[in-house]
C-alpha cells in the first residue's frame, strides 16, 4: 500500500534577495572617515553663506549662514548613519537604495563646502550652472554609451566622438556661421567614428575595447595634426566659431535658484533636455528600445525570433556615435571658443564612468554626470571664493568621485549580458 506523505512545504524565496555585497558601505564609511580625520587635521571655524538667489530673480531669497563646526560634525554623524543603514540593507540581503547614496553625497559634499569656504560666500546658483554647463557634454556622451552598450557594443569611443564632433563643428561653424550646421556636422562626425567601431565590432569580430583605444588614439592625433597645420594658420577663417545664444525661457527662468540654472540656456541644452527624455522613453517603452536591449542581453534568443541582430547592434552605435558627436559641440560652437589640442581633456572616459554609475540607465547616468559635473566645477568656485584649500588637491576632486563610483558606492552594477561579444550566427 501507498502511504499518503504530506504535501512538502515549497521553500520561501524572500522577495528582492540579493548575495551581500559590502562594497557600497564600506566606500560610504571610508569616505566618512576620510573626511573626519581631514576636519580634526585641518579645523576651519566661522561661517560660511550659502547665496541662494540672484538679483534677477522674481524672488529674492535670503542667504543662508552655516556656523562651520557645527554643521559639519553633523553632516558627519548623519554620513556615518547612512553608512550604517547600508550595512543593515547589505546584511539583509537588500540592494543599497539609490536615495541613500544620492542623500549620503549631498550631506558631504554639504559638509565640505561649508569647511572649505569657513567664512566665505558660496554662490549656490553660479556653482549649479557652472556644473551643468561642464556636465553637458558628459550627459551626451554617457547617453551614446548607454546606447551602444545596451545593443551590446563597448563605446570606449566616446573620447574620439566627442574630440571629432568638437572639431567638425568648430571648422563647420566658422564656415558657414551657422552654428545649427555646427551642431549637424559634429553628429555626422560622431556617427562616422562610430561606424569605424560598428564595422570592425561587429561584422569582423574585432575586440571591441582595442577598437575604442585605437580610435580615440587615431582621433587624437588626426586632429591634432589638421589644427597644427591647417586650423592655426588659418585660424581666421576656420577655427573662429560663433556661439549658441542664450534664450531665457518666460516665467520658468525667473524661479529662484533652479530658474537661472535650468532654463537661461542656449539651445543645444534645451535639445540635451528632450534627448534625455527621448532616449529613456524610446528605451523602456517602444518596440525600438525592446529589441534593442534584446540584442545586447540575449542575441541568440532575438536572432531566434526574427530580429536582425547586426543590424540592430549598427545602426544603434551609430546613433549613439552622433549623440556623443553632438556633445562635442559644447567645447567649440556652445561656448563660441576655438578648438584646441585634446581640448575634451578625457571627458569621453568620464562619461563612460557615468554609464556604469548610472548601472546603464539613460536617467540614472544623467544624475551620475551631472555629479561629475559638479565635482569639476566645485574647484573653480572654491578658487573664486579664495578657499585656502590647495589647488592641486581641487584638481584631484573629480577624479577621486570618479574612483568613489567606480569602487562601488552604488553596489554591484550589471552590465548587459551580452555586451562586448561579438554575435556569430550559426
Known amino acids: 500500500m501507498h502511504t499518503l506523505s504530506a504535501p512538502q512545504t515549497p521553500p520561501v524565496i524572500e522577495t528582492g534577495a540579493v548575495a551581500r555585497n ?14 573626519a580625520i581631514l576636519v580634526v587635521l585641518a579645523p576651519r571655524d566661522g561661517e560660511t553663506t550659502f547665496r541662494i538667489s540672484t538679483g534677477t530673480d522674481a524672488i529674492v531669497l535670503p542667504d543662508a549662514v552655516v556656523p562651520v563646526v557645527a554643521a559639519v ?18 546584511h539583509r540581503h537588500r540592494r543599497v537604495p539609490l536615495w541613500l547614496t544620492a542623500v549620503f553625497i549631498v550631506v558631504l559634499v ?65 564656415l558657414t556661421g551657422s552654428p545649427f550646421l555646427g551642431l549637424i556636422a559634429a553628429m555626422v562626425a560622431g556617427a562616422l567614428v562610430a561606424s569605424v567601431l560598428a564595422a570592425f565590432a561587429i561584422v569582423y569580430f574585432v575586440e571591441q575595447v582595442i577598437i575604442g583605444v585605437v580610435l580615440n588614439v587615431l582621433v587624437t592625433g588626426l586632429t591634432s595634426f589638421l589644427y597644427s597645420q591647417v586650423l592655426q594658420p588659418n585660424a581666421a577663417q576656420l577655427n573662429t566659431p560663433p556661439r549658441f545664444d542664450r534664450i531665457p525661457i518666460p516665467l520658468l527662468s525667473d524661479i529662484p535658484v533652479l530658474g537661472p540654472v535650468l532654463f537661461r540656456q542656449t539651445i543645444l541644452v534645451y ?4 534627448a534625455i527624455f527621448a532616449v529613456y522613453f524610446a528605451m523602456f517603452h517602444t518596440r525600438w528600445g525592446l529589441r534593442m536591449r534584446a540584442v545586447g542581453e540575449h542575441p541568440k534568443a532575438a536572432d531566434t525570433v526574427g530580429i536582425n541582430v547586426g543590424a540592430t547592434r549598427f545602426w544603434n552605435v551609430l546613433l549613439a556615435g552622433a549623440i556623443a558627436g553632438a556633445g562635442g559641440t559644447v567645447f567649440t560652437v556652445g561656448n563660441g571658443i576655438a578648438f584646441n589640442q585634446e581640448m575634451t581633456a578625457g571627458a569621453g572616459y ?17 544624475m551620475a554626470a551631472l555629479l ?11 578658487k573664486v571664493v579664495g578657499s585656502p584649500v590647495p ?23 550589471r552590465a548587459p549580458a551580452a555586451v562586448g561579444t561579438p554575435y556569430i550566427k550559426s
Open 22 to 35: 559590502w562594497k557600497a558601505p564600506l566606500v560610504l564609511g571610508i569616505f566618512t572617515v576620510i573626511f
Open 73 to 90: 560634525w553633523i553632516c558627519i554623524a548623519i554620513a556615518a548613519v547612512l553608512a550604517i543603514g547600508a550595512a543593515v540593507f547589505v
Open 372 to 382: 561629475f559635473g559638479f565635482a569639476s566645477n566645485l574647484q573653480n568656485t572654491l
Open 271 to 274: 535639445i540635451m533636455y528632450v
Open 350 to 366: 568620464i562619461a563612460l564612468a557615468a554609464v556604469i554609475f548610472g548601472q546603464w540607465h539613460p536617467l540614472k547616468a544623467t
Open 110 to 174: 554639504f559638509a565640505f563646502l561649508a569647511w572649505a569656504a569657513a567664512g566665505q560666500t558660496i554662490p549656490v546658483p553660479g556653482l549649479l550652472a557652472g556644473s551643468l554647463a561642464l556636465a553637458v557634454p558628459l550627459i551626451f556622451g554617457a547617453l551614446g554609451g548607454v546606447i551602444g552598450e545596451r545593443v551590446g557594443v563597448v563605446n570606449i569611443a566616446i573620447e574620439s566622438q566627442l574630440l571629432g564632433g568638437a572639431f567638425t563643428a568648430a571648422v563647420v561653424a566658422t
Open 391 to 413: 589647488s592641486e588637491f581641487m584638481l584631484m576632486l573629480p577624479y577621486l568621485v570618479t574612483i568613489f563610483v567606480v569602487a562601488g558606492a552604488v553596489g554591484k552594477s
